[in-house]
């Protein structure tokens, strides 16, 4: 008998999750509040669903009768899995855990609980008089919303002047209006990919990120395995672990990231679900050979799966910065292809115009993937295709 698997989306960032699970031979339906998401095409089902609305997934899902609900590189919908599948009685996280994965506030509180490091916090409510004394002597520091993702409505506030527009943006960017003020943590960032095995957190892989910087922190490179010491990868390790098992996560996956300071790793923030970027459906893969999207739907059906690693290499992913007024177009990069392993990703239509600075993940067009036997070998294939593609745009 197949597998029935929901998935809960059709956006690219679920094209990985549609695709492996029809290779295992699993029967597939999908969700999504947009008939013409390009994963809607491959579903062997599709159901006009707002996958943000817990109660319509889990009509859905009543329908379907799925033996597996999922969804990767998304934080808000692992509210609509956990909901479903508990009430299904389908493998899952607690929707207590999936509130703590997706609701900064609840985070961080569950993060103070267990006594992790984090940097200073504070929230404000959606309609709360903002007391100006707790900002002081604390700039410059970060503003974002309570329950957003992919860098959208986060910023960096150097002083008054900008403070009030920042939480303007962040409330914006927030479904309940709530803001985060927190302090700004200097360091250099790391992401780390954990699966749950036996109801314990097993790290799999530490990234290194690059970000754009202030004041919008968009990501524009990753890179796998980490550059960082033994000691200090012992310390993100168990520092990742503890996040997870804070906001109790105990199935499935979680993507934990990391500030290394010159006091340590802190807590950045988690989600209970596969990390995005490519890290997880690309570069885990290239540098581990561990398969994580397979591993997501064989614990949503209940099956065993295998995060033993069994190759070890050098992954990266570039998200190209270019000029403004740049139109996107098909690039043949066949003369680097055949020489280096590359891939591309298109982002965004061809003929997309690139409009200005990128403020959010959501405004980079390309991806350049790579892999190699060194972390030099990485970088010079990885430049030499960045700089040939922006080139030819």
Known sequence: MEDRILVLGASILQLPLIKEAKKMGCYVGVCDINPNAVGVSLADEFFETDIFNEEQVYETAKKFLPNGICTIGTDFPVRSVAFSCNKLGLPSITYEAAINSTDKNKMIEAFNNAKLSVPWHYTIDGNSKIDLSITDNKFPCIVKPVDSSGSRGVSLVKNYDDFFNAIEVARNFSKNGQVIIEEF?????????VFCQNKKPVVLQITDKITSGAPHFVELEHYEPTHFDSDTIEKISDLAINAVSACGITEGPAHVEIIVTTNGPKLVELGARLGGDFITTNLVPLSTGINM??????????????????????AGVIFPIFPVGSRISEVDLTDIFNKCDISIKYLKPIGYEVKGKYESSGDRPMAIISSGESREELNFRLKNAEKNLISRI
């Open 293 to 314: 999207v397979k591993n997501v739907i064989l614990h949503s059906i209940g099956k065993d799966f295998e995060l033993n690693s069994t190759t070890s290499r050098y």
């Open 185 to 193: 943590l200097v360091g250099r960032e790391v992401s780390v990919e």
